[in-house]
């Protein structure tokens, strides 16, 4: 399994960004998906996730209210719409998915396949 993330950038605070994750390779089956993020001189921390029907989701607290995932028809891309940022959210945004498909907990090692990151900035 391959994932692509892409839609980071520079914003200013307030602003909004949509990132995007794309799996491919042996993608068979319902699987879940989530975010990850890490911020520089910090621990990758999780975001959010959802389930492969897209109706049950999962957040952090500090992003709840201002990032909404989402997942489209096909169920292979997950999106991470986030709004309101703020300057802390500056980080390396990741996308995975969970070795144990239908699991959307917040432990890292529980997550086998890894996307290569995109780079969201905040300024003030």
């Known amino acids: 399994v391959q994932l692509q993330a892409f839609g980071g950038g520079v914003v200013q605070a307030g602003g909004s960004l949509r990132l995007s994750c794309v799996a491919s390779?042996?993608?068979?089956?319902?699987?879940?998906m989530a975010w990850f993020r890490q911020a520089p001189g910090k621990e990758r921390e999780f975001v959010a996730s959802?389930?492969?029907?897209?109706?049950?989701?999962s957040y952090a607290d500090f992003v709840k209210g201002r990032f909404t995932i989402s997942r489209d028809k096909r169920g292979n891309t997950v999106h991470l719409q986030m709004d309101s940022l703020k300057p802390e959210d500056t980080a390396t945004y990741y996308c995975?998915?969970?070795?144990?498909?239908?699991?959307?907990?917040?432990?890292?090692?529980?997550?086998?396949?890894w996307g290569q990151g995109t780079l969201v900035t905040v300024s003030s």
């Open positions: 995975a998915i969970p070795g144990k498909r239908y699991y959307t907990g917040t432990v890292q090692s529980m997550y086998d396949y």
């Open positions: 959802v389930t492969w029907s897209g109706s049950s989701t």
């Open positions: 390779g042996r993608t068979e089956g319902a699987y879940n």
